[in-house]
């Protein structure tokens, strides 16, 4: 696990010195070695630079940039089964001078060429330069778990796992894009390939990027698509053989998870999910396995007690913390630092607390991110089959055409219900569009298009997302299945994954995801919708292969999400900063927000009406990321 850097200049005008800039600023992703090359060839230089996190052979052998014949690569991640490639590539006569898996990518290079990603299991991010081709390549695991950025400004190309490390090119211009803050403000975090900057970009998932360095033409080749999954024919299997078959995929998944020369714990919230990896991997073993909760005071918001019957049912060694408000706002003014670009997501405190929890005892923790979207978990899915499916598309089409002609604001009783202009004009969209998919969108969205519109001073374009993709997917076994593989592609990928990898790097921890190996969301894909949901219960499959580890009463509760009580904290001990960083003068400054409409819900919701204090939280976010990045406020 590390952070990557590197830049390709065709202007020759970057220094080694830089390099190094942009390689230390993502110190916290590999504080045990550092390294750093410029290579000089006629029409450009390119530089790699790698900030080191030893989970791998611990030795320099595995120092980065690491090279074979005219190949260097820069590698962020795990290969898990790089064992097993290194035992076929030596039977094809390659030798091995060091045990990281990072000397296995270069030979399965030179062995396959890109071919070589469909021998991985892993999470990665990869620079390969290939000399004798003149090529720049840069590549993403499957599932999205490894970030990689990545900007092309004039003649010069920049890359690396965080947008800090671009920050400090002195060429990097950091020109908002207002399309992707309306993204932002819409569902927490800015999804796709799109960045909070112009010409910056996230390479997507199952994609690699070939720029070719003699002609700077770049070519995005997808080798991984989980829409391919889903598409698939689905496979009727008999409730046992798919109990049977789950079971044994997610326990082969999770050990692989368990390879590592340094200690390896888990986050244990009690959920199905959790509890999952924490069974499987306890069961059968001898020693304990480290597992870690975070809880809150305030009640309807703290798992920690489940958490801990579960993590003393298996008898693993649990540790757990529970968070106050002072601690949480001590975080507060680090997230812009942990999160470079915006990102509201309100468990964000907590999973970065978690992450420091764990760090105190070991260096790796198995996380348990994908199964909402792979098992079915969210009541959203059964929302949006319930809003569209089960009503006569007739019914939806008057209701929808007679909410237009009313204005919520002015309908009695209801208009002081929580969050109901809002939640008005969404079941309104739903209902219009008569489409699941779209109604997880509108469902999805913390603040609707035409709320973002009266928030922004400038009007803003409509960026396409995977929210869009439906019609890729075959309607071939009911809704849910659908739903899920659009879910997998946004939420998952540019939420969940981001949540997780920056809160654990920023304490240098490896963070791991056991339950997105690839063969576990191959095989699910194919399974069909009613192992997913069942007569009304969400991740019925998941469910009963828990309940052969661990009793049904303890597991089955009311599911709560994983949340810091900020509603709470908000009206009380965070209160000033919610005011200073949302006063006009400070909204005025950032030149994006149009203040009065913010102002108007700021002051309703401190003065205790039933507003949705999310919309203020993605507002927050911004104005502190805007303060640490762009210019103080």
Aim: proline share 4%.
């Amino acid at each position: 696990m590390c952070g990557i850097t590197g830049f390709v200049d065709f202007g020759k005008k970057t220094t080694a010195s830089v390099l190094k800039e942009m390689t230390d600023a993502m110190y916290h992703r590999g504080p045990d070695d550092a390294g750093h090359e410029v290579y000089n060839a006629a029409q450009y230089d390119l530089g790699f630079g790698q900030r080191r996190l030893s989970i791998l052979d611990l030795s320099p052998l595995g120092h980065q940039p690491m090279h074979f014949k005219n190949y260097t690569v820069n590698f962020n991640g795990e290969i898990y089964n790089f064992k097993e490639i290194r035992k076929e590539l030596e039977a094809k006569g390659y030798s091995f001078n060091s045990w990281s898996d990072t000397e296995v990518i270069l030979k399965a290079y030179d062995c396959w060429g890109m071919d070589m990603l469909r021998h991985f299991i892993g999470m990665y991010a990869i620079a390969l330069y290939d000399k004798d081709k003149d090529n720049l390549i840069l590549v993403r695991d499957r599932a999205g778990v490894k970030p990689l950025y990545y900007s092309w400004q004039n003649d010069l190309l920049l890359f690396g796992s965080e947008l800090k490390a671009l920050y400090k090119h002195p060429s990097f211009k950091k020109e908002i894009d207002v399309n992707s803050l309306a993204l932002f403000l819409q569902y927490s975090y800015i999804p796709g390939q799109h960045s909070i900057f112009k010409s910056t970009f996230k390479l997507l998932p199952g994609c690699y990027l070939t720029v070719n360095l003699k002609t700077k033409e770049q070519q995005l080749t997808k080798y991984w698509d989980v829409f391919d999954a889903y598409n698939k024919p689905k496979i009727n299997w008999s409730d046992a053989e798919a109990i049977e078959q789950t079971d044994r995929l997610l326990k082969k998944a999770y050990e692989y998870r368990m390879v590592a020369d340094v200690p390896v714990g888990i986050f244990l919230s009690g959920g199905y999910d959790s509890s999952s990896v924490a069974a499987l991997l306890q069961t059968g073993r001898t020693e304990k396995l480290k597992t870690f909760t975070i809880g809150f005071h305030e009640q309807e918001f703290n798992e920690a007690p489940e958490a801990k019957k579960i993590a003393n049912y298996l008898g693993t060694d649990h540790t757990e913390w529970y968070l106050t408000a002072k601690e949480a706002g001590e975080v507060l003014h680090h997230l812009p630092e942990i999160y470079d670009e915006p990102f509201a997501d309100n468990s964000t405190v907590p999973t970065v607390l978690v992450s420091k929890l764990a760090k105190q005892q070991v260096k790796v923790a198995l996380s348990a991110d994908g199964g909402d979207e792979i098992f079915g978990g969210y009541n959203k899915f059964n929302q949006a089959e319930k809003f569209t499916e089960k009503m006569p598309h007739a019914v939806q089409s008057l209701l929808s055409g007679g909410m237009s002609l009313i204005n919520p604001a002015y309908i009695p009783y209801f208009n002081r219900k929580y969050n109901f202009t809002t939640r008005y004009e969404k079941m309104k969209l739903i209902w219009k569009s008569q489409d699941p998919v779209q109604a997880v969108k509108y469902i999805s969205q913390y603040i609707t298009e035409s709320e973002v519109a009266s928030f922004l001073a400038t009007p803003f374009e409509k960026y396409h997302t995977f929210f869009d993709d439906s019609k890729m997917l075959q309607k071939n076994d009911g809704v849910v299945n659908r739903l899920l593989a659009i879910d997998y592609k946004t939420f998952l990928v540019d939420n969940n994954l981001v949540k997780v990898d920056r809160a654990t790097m920023s304490v240098s921890l490896e963070g791991r995801e056991p339950m997105l190996d690839q063969h576990i969301v191959e095989y699910t894909a194919t399974l069909p919708s009613h192992f997913k949901i069942r007569d009304g219960v969400n991740k019925w499959l998941l469910k009963q292969v828990v309940h052969k580890y661990i009793p049904k009463e303890l597991m089955e509760r009311p599911k709560r999400p994983f949340i810091a009580p900020l509603m709470v904290w908000f009206r009380e001990e965070l209160k000033e900063q919610l005011k200073y960083y949302l006063s006009e003068t400070s909204l005025k400054k950032t030149g994006v927000f149009n203040p009065q409409p913010i102002i108007q819900l700021r002051d309703a919701y401190l003065a205790g009406r039933k507003v949705n204090y999310q919309k203020l939280w993605q507002v927050l976010i911004f104005q502190l990321w805007y303060n640490k990045w762009i210019e103080q406020l």
